[in-house]
C-alpha cells in the first residue's frame, strides 16, 4: 500500500475564537489516507476527531478557522486554497460524509428520494428522470426493501437503521473516492451497528473508496479499520495498523482505552477507567495534553510536549516513556497467563 | 384530511351557539325598551308613539323569559335576519356584508409587506447573524414592537397627509366616491380597487391606492417586528441543525441551504405567527380605521359596543367566531403542508 496518498493531512490545526478565549480544537495533526483503507480515527469527546473531519469538507462553523500553515491535500490538490465554488464540486462528489444521527442528518420536510436525487443533479448531468432511476439503484443496493416506493417516503417514515441506510444511499451516489463516517453507528441498534458496517465495508470493496471512520468506539475500530490513528487533546497520540495498535499499544491513552474495554476472558471486579476527565480545551495542561491523567507520568511531560516519534516501522507515538507501556502489558499478559 | 375538515366544520355551529349564548345573556342587563332597538328599522324608530313601542314589545317578545327570547333571536338568526343595526343604520347582516369588503380589502393589501417582507427580514437577520445588518433589523423591530399602534398611525398621516400631501386619510377622495356609487360603475368583486381596474377606471383605482398605503405602511411596521423576531429565532435554530450541515456536505450552494433546506422547515412555526395576523387584520383593525378613518368592520363593532347596540354586537361577534374558526382550519392545514410529520386527524 506504499502508493501516494489519496488524502494528505498535515499541520492541521483548527482553533475556534469563542468569547472565553481561543479553542484549540485541532492542534497540529498529521496523517494521511489511501486509497480503498479504511482509517479509523478514536477518541473520546473533545478529542478534536469530528473537527478534523468538518475541517476536511471546511464545514466548520464560522467561530471555527483553519491556521494558517494547515494542509489538506486530497488529489494532489491543497483544499484549502480551494474557491468556496471549487470546494462545493468536491463536496459530496468525491468526497462524501455521513453522520451520527440519520434522524437529525436528513431534513425532515423533503423525501429521501429529493435528498438523494439533489446530489446526484448537483454532479452529474442528469435529467430528473435518469436521476431518480440513479436513486433507486442506491436505495437497492443499500438495502432497503422495495425502493421504488421507500423513495417518495419520508425521513420520519423510516426506522433508524433505514434512515442511515438511505443517508449512505445519499453520500455514495455520485461515487466519491472517499466517504467520511462520523459515528455511523453509534446511534443504532447493536444488531442494526453490525449490518451498517458490513453494507459499508460491502459497497468499500465494489466501489474501491477510502473511509475515514470517526468513533469513540475501540470495537468498531478493531473490526473494520485497516489503520487507526488514536487522538487526545487536539493531537495525534498514536498511529500505526490496527493490529499493532491493539496488540501492542505504546501510548498511555491508548492503552488505557483497550483496558476500558469489557473483557468477557477474563474475571475482572471492576473495569478499569483512565482515572480524571477529558481536559477542558481552553485549558490543556502545559506539556503533554494527557499528563493529569497519566499513571506513566514524570515531570517532564508536565513541562514539555513530546514529539510524535516512530518507534517502529509505521508506527508512531506521542510519548517519552512509552516503553514503561511495553513492560506494563508484558506484567498483564503474565498475570492473565498465571 | 377531508375527515379532519369536515370534523373541525362541524364544530363551527356549536362555538356559535355558544358565543352567541354568552353575548346574548350579557345584554340581558338591558331594559326591553333598549333591547326593543335591535328589531325596529332605526330610520323609523323615532318617529314611533309609545303604544306602538308596547306593541312591538310584545310582538318580539322582549316581556317573555330569557330562554324564549333566546329562541325567538336564535330561529331569526337561522333565517338570515339578524336584527336591525343602530349602528349601521341598516339590517345587521348587510351593515356587516357592506363594511366587510374594506375590511378584506386592507387585509389584502397589508398581507404582502407585512408577511412577505416580515419573513424576508427575519431571513436575513438570521443568515447574518450579529453582523451590521441583523443589528439594524433588530433595533427596528424593537422600535416597531413597541411603538403604540395609535402613535404611529398618527405620525403616519402627520407627515404622510399634513406635511407632504401624499397619502389622505379615508377610503377615498369626494369625486371617486361619486364614481363608485354611480350606475355605471359596476361592483363585480366589491373591493374598490379592484373594482376600479374592473371598470378601466385607473384613476379611480389610484385614488383608492393612495387613500390605503398609510394604514398598510403603519400595519406593517407594526406588525413585522413580531413576525421577523419569531422567523429569525427559528431560522437560527435550523441553520445550527445537522440536516443543514448535510446539506452543505452534499455540495448544496448556500442559496439553497438557506432558501431551501433551512427556511422550508424554519416556515413551521412562523404558519401559526402569520395566520393569526391574517385572522386579525381579517377581522378589523380598530384603532387603524378610527385614525385613517376608514369604514371596516373593526369600527362598526367598536361603535356599537360603546352605544350598546346589542344586534350589532352579536352579529359581529358571530361574524368573527366564523372567520377564527375557518382562519385556524386554513392554519392548521397549511401546517401539514409545510410539516410532513403532520398528520391531521
Given at each position: 500500500m506504499e502508493k501516494n496518498p489519496l488524502l494528505s493531512v498535515r499541520n492541521l490545526r483548527t482553533y475556534f475564537y469563542t468569547e472565553d478565549g481561543v479553542v484549540k480544537a485541532v492542534d497540529g495533526v498529521d496523517f494521511d489516507v489511501y486509497e480503498g483503507e479504511t482509517l479509523g480515527i478514536v477518541g473520546e469527546s473533545g478529542s478534536g476527531k469530528s473537527v478534523t473531519s468538518l475541517a476536511i469538507l471546511r464545514l466548520l462553523d464560522p467561530k471555527g478557522k483553519i491556521e494558517e500553515g494547515s494542509e489538506i491535500i486530497f488529489n494532489g490538490k491543497n483544499l484549502l486554497t480551494l474557491t468556496e465554488d471549487e470546494m462545493r464540486r468536491i463536496r459530496g462528489n468525491d468526497i462524501a460524509m455521513i453522520f451520527q444521527e440519520p434522524m437529525v442528518a436528513l431534513n425532515p420536510v423533503f423525501t429521501i428520494g429529493d435528498?438523494?436525487?439533489?446530489?446526484?443533479?448537483?454532479?452529474?448531468?442528469?435529467?430528473?428522470?435518469k436521476a431518480r432511476e440513479m436513486a433507486i439503484d442506491m436505495l437497492r443496493k443499500v438495502g432497503i426493501p422495495e425502493p421504488e416506493k421507500r423513495i417518495d417516503e419520508y425521513p420520519h417514515e423510516l426506522s433508524g437503521g433505514m434512515r442511515q441506510r438511505a443517508m449512505i444511499a445519499m453520500a455514495l451516489s455520485c461515487r466519491p473516492k472517499l466517504l467520511i463516517a462520523d459515528e455511523p453507528t453509534t446511534a443504532l441498534d447493536v444488531t442494526i451497528q453490525a449490518q451498517i458496517l458490513e453494507l459499508m465495508k460491502e459497497l468499500q470493496r465494489e466501489y474501491g473508496m477510502a473511509i475515514i471512520l470517526i468513533t469513540h468506539d475501540v470495537g468498531v475500530i478493531a473490526e473494520n479499520a485497516d489503520r487507526v490513528v488514536v487522538m487526545y487533546g487536539g493531537k495525534v497520540m498514536e498511529t500505526s495498523d490496527v493490529r499493532t495498535t491493539f496488540k501492542t499499544p505504546k501510548h498511555p491513552y491508548t492503552w488505557g482505552l483497550l483496558?476500558?474495554?469489557?473483557r468477557l476472558d477474563i474475571e475482572q471486579e471492576r473495569l478499569y477507567s483512565i482515572?480524571?476527565?477529558?481536559?477542558?480545551?481552553?485549558?490543556f495542561p502545559v506539556g503533554c495534553r494527557f499528563s493529569n491523567r497519566c499513571e506513566f507520568g514524570e515531570e517532564k511531560c508536565s513541562v514539555e510536549m513530546p514529539p510524535l516519534v516512530e518507534v517502529e516501522s509505521a508506527h508512531m507515538v506521542r510519548c517519552f516513556f512509552y516503553h514503561k507501556v511495553e513492560q506494563a502489558q508484558k506484567l498483564s499478559k503474565a498475570g492473565e497467563g498465571a | 384530511m377531508t375527515t379532519f375538515i369536515i370534523r373541525r366544520l362541524l364544530l363551527l355551529p356549536l362555538i356559535v351557539l355558544g358565543v352567541s349564548l354568552i353575548?346574548?345573556?350579557l345584554f340581558q342587563i338591558l331594559g326591553p325598551d333598549k333591547l326593543l332597538a335591535a328589531y325596529v328599522n332605526p330610520n323609523v324608530f323615532d318617529k314611533l308613539s309609545s303604544e306602538e313601542l308596547e306593541v312591538l314589545k310584545e310582538k318580539y317578545g322582549l316581556t317573555k323569559p330569557f330562554a324564549e327570547r333566546y329562541g325567538i333571536w336564535l330561529w331569526n338568526a337561522l333565517k338570515g335576519d339578524l336584527g336591525w343595526s343602530q349602528v349601521g343604520k341598516d339590517a345587521v347582516l348587510k351593515s356587516i356584508l357592506s363594511r366587510f369588503p374594506y375590511t378584506l380589502e386592507l387585509a389584502l393589501y397589508a398581507l404582502i409587506p407585512v408577511v412577505g417582507v416580515g419573513i424576508w427580514l427575519g431571513v436575513?437577520?438570521?443568515?447574518?447573524?450579529d453582523k451590521f445588518l441583523d443589528q439594524f433589523i433588530r433595533?427596528?423591530?424593537?422600535?416597531?414592537?413597541?411603538?403604540?399602534d395609535f402613535v404611529f398611525g398618527l405620525l403616519i398621516l402627520m407627515v404622510f397627509y399634513s406635511v407632504l400631501g401624499w397619502f389622505p386619510p379615508g377610503t377615498l377622495s369626494q369625486w371617486a366616491e361619486e364614481i363608485v356609487k354611480s350606475e355605471s360603475f359596476h361592483k363585480i368583486t366589491h373591493l374598490v380597487s379592484i373594482d376600479a381596474l374592473l371598470n378601466g377606471r385607473l384613476d379611480v383605482f389610484w385614488d383608492a391606492l393612495r387613500h390605503i398605503i398609510g394604514p398598510v405602511i403603519t400595519l406593517s411596521f407594526l406588525w413585522w417586528a413580531y413576525l421577523l423576531r419569531i422567523t429569525r429565532s427559528s431560522m437560527l435554530e435550523v441553520l445550527s441543525k445537522?440536516?443543514?450541515?448535510t446539506a452543505r456536505a452534499k455540495g448544496v450552494s448556500e442559496h439553497d441551504v438557506i432558501h431551501k433546506h433551512a427556511q422550508r422547515n424554519a416556515m413551521i412555526p412562523v404558519v401559526t405567527v402569520a395566520g393569526n395576523m391574517v385572522i386579525g387584520l381579517l377581522s378589523g383593525t380598530v384603532i387603524i380605521e378610527v385614525i385613517f378613518n376608514r369604514t371596516g368592520i373593526g369600527r362598526l363593532a367598536a361603535d356599537a359596543a360603546v352605544q350598546l347596540d346589542y344586534a350589532t354586537?352579536?352579529?359581529?361577534?358571530?361574524?368573527?367566531?366564523?372567520?377564527?374558526?375557518?382562519?385556524?382550519?386554513?392554519?392548521?392545514i397549511l401546517y401539514a403542508v409545510f410539516d410532513p410529520r403532520v398528520r391531521l386527524g
Open positions: 435528498q438523494i436525487m439533489e446530489a446526484i443533479l448537483l454532479h452529474q448531468d442528469v435529467d430528473k428522470k483496558n476500558s474495554i469489557p482515572p480524571g476527565m477529558v481536559p477542558d480545551p481552553l485549558h | 353575548i346574548f345573556s436575513a437577520a438570521a443568515v447574518h447573524r433595533i427596528f423591530a424593537i422600535v416597531g414592537w413597541s411603538f403604540p445537522e440536516y443543514v450541515r354586537v352579536l352579529g359581529t361577534t358571530l361574524f368573527y367566531s366564523i372567520v377564527l374558526v375557518l382562519g385556524n382550519l386554513i392554519i392548521d
